[in-house]
């Protein structure tokens, strides 16, 4: 298995969590916290497969046909996500 990556607040009784998300893979939906820090594509990925053990590994994500989607709740529509570093 990959290492994911991890994402650390200096000071541990500061860590927040930014909000609460809901991660669907195939027919399978899950809730999850977004960590305090979300500083990359990689940090979302890890999301999913720590929501999604049995299915994903961070190496499944390798492919480049294998995409993000994030919903526009306003509008209904799905656009991907894009690492913006």
Do not use: C
């Not at 049995?54 to 996500?81: A, C, G, Q």
């Amino acid at each position: 298995r990959s290492v994911l990556p991890v994402v650390r607040s200096p000071n541990r009784s500061m860590e927040r969590t930014l909000g609460q998300v809901f991660l669907t893979f195939n027919e399978e939906t899950k809730r999850s916290l977004l960590p305090n820090e979300v500083t990359s594509m990689d940090t979302v990925k890890a999301l999913f497969v720590r929501s999604f053990p049995h299915s994903l590994t961070m190496r499944w994500f390798d492919d480049p046909m294998k995409k993000v989607y994030i919903l526009d709740r306003s509008t209904n529509v799905f656009y991907e996500l894009e690492d913006l570093r």
